[in-house]
């Protein structure tokens, strides 16, 4: 099997409970200052997709290999800064993105109004085209009681 594709996708998904106050961070965007997400780092799940699905796409394992919530240097710390850590990762292994495309499910807060933002912040971030989308889970399971919140990620690499 030829390991040395031009093309690769990767999946990425995360969760995690919201709580009130402190403030939301999805995409690297402020959404709220009225919840917060339970994490170890900020919990920017939109985020942590991403980089979940960029490491998959190049087989470089996922976030908690990288960025163990055992780490205290991750103790609150912005997840675009994972972010950033494996796109120069990316660079070295000689990829880069061809596009990506979110999903964000939450109840709360609503987030038509930051999708634009979130897409502008991640498209400077990747140097690629970026779909954000946002849905609620119709009050089903955890996002959908508003108590949780998610995000999937795909993402295309090309071999540079």
Same mark, same amino acid.
């Given at each position: 099997?030829?390991?040395?594709?031009?093309?690769?996708?990767?999946?990425?998904?995360?969760i995690?409970?919201?709580?009130?106050?402190?403030?939301?961070?999805?995409?690297? /965007?402020?959404?709220?200052?009225? *919840?917060?997400?339970?994490?170890? !780092? @900020?919990?920017? +799940? &939109?985020?942590?997709? =991403?980089?979940?699905?960029?490491?998959?796409?190049?087989?470089?394992?996922?976030?908690?290999?990288?960025?163990?919530?055992?780490?205290?240097?991750?103790?609150?710390?912005?997840?675009? /800064?994972?972010?950033?850590?494996? *796109?120069?990762?990316?660079?070295? !292994? @000689?990829?880069? +993105? &061809?596009?990506?495309? =979110?999903?964000v499910?939450?109840?709360?807060?609503?987030?038509?109004?930051?999708k634009?933002?979130?897409?502008k912040?991640?498209?400077?971030?990747?140097?690629?085209?970026?779909?954000?989308?946002?849905?609620?889970?119709?009050?089903?399971?955890?996002?959908?009681?508003?108590?949780?919140?998610?995000?999937?990620?795909?993402?295309?690499?090309?071999?540079?």
């Amino acid at each position: 099997m030829d390991m040395d594709q031009s093309f690769r996708i990767g999946l990425g998904y995360d969760i995690h409970r919201i709580e009130p106050g402190g403030r939301l961070i999805l995409g690297g /965007v402020v959404v709220s200052e009225e *919840l917060h997400a339970v994490a170890h !780092s @900020d919990g920017d +799940v &939109v985020i942590h997709a =991403l980089v979940d699905a960029i490491l998959g796409a190049m087989g470089k394992g996922d976030i908690g290999e990288m960025f163990p919530n055992s780490d205290p240097r991750w103790k609150g710390a912005s997840s675009l /800064v994972f972010l950033e850590q494996v *796109l120069q990762l990316m660079k070295a !292994s @000689d990829f880069a +993105v &061809v596009n990506a495309d =979110l999903t964000v499910q939450a109840e709360r807060p609503r987030l038509k109004e930051y999708k634009p933002l979130m897409q502008k912040v991640l498209e400077e971030k990747l140097g690629a085209p970026v779909g954000v989308k946002a849905g609620t889970n119709e009050s089903c399971d955890s996002v959908g009681q508003g108590q949780a919140i998610s995000a999937q990620a795909v993402v295309l690499l090309r071999r540079v």
